[in-house]
């Protein structure tokens, strides 16, 4: 049991170092086509979800999207790190939904959590660096989310009620 304790920690320690490296030196973005589908199956690989055995997570992806131009390690960074919001932001027995969908030839990707929700005053500064209402952490998921989606030449809008839980989309 504190092997398994020992590792989450280390997990979640490496998560922290990765978000500092990367905001201190970004890296070109080197598209391809990629499936948005390995890249969610990839994300949540990589997440430490033993920690959180009581949570669900539920994929909808549209029928029939084709590979689509993306820098996949950058984007299942930014799938990795919303989904682990949602989740420290969720009760233990909470739920995200992660949805894929096209318009206008554009891909969106919708994360919905069913968390705590965050205030108009908050909102505003979430991408902001080292913004954060986390008693641990270090404000720059986010805003690292923010770039990657940027140098996709995409956006990221924030839907959020107090008490009503949070959607990112993208």
Not at 76 to 90: C, K, P, R, T
Not at 149 to 166: L, R
């Amino acid at each position: 049991k504190i092997t398994h304790m020992l590792i989450n920690e280390i997990d979640t320690l490496n998560l922290v170092i990765r978000n500092l490296l990367d905001f201190s030196r970004p890296r070109e973005i080197r598209t391809t086509l990629y499936s948005i589908q390995k890249v969610i199956m990839q994300s949540l690989s990589s997440l430490p979800l033993d920690k959180y055995p009581k949570f669900q997570i539920t994929i909808d992806i549209e029928k029939d999207i084709a590979d689509y131009p993306m820098d996949s390690s950058m984007m299942e960074q930014v799938i990795s790190n919303l989904i682990l919001n949602g989740i420290q932001a969720s009760d233990e027995d909470g739920k995200i939904v992660i949805r894929v969908f096209m318009r206008n030839k554009h891909m969106h990707i919708e994360i919905r959590d069913q968390g705590h929700g965050i205030d108009d005053k908050n909102k505003k500064h979430i991408f902001n660096p080292f913004f954060t209402t986390k008693a641990t952490g270090t404000g720059l998921g986010l805003s690292i989310v923010h770039r990657i989606i940027e140098q996709h030449n995409g956006t990221i809008d924030v839907v959020s009620e107090p008490g009503k839980g949070s959607a990112f989309i993208i």
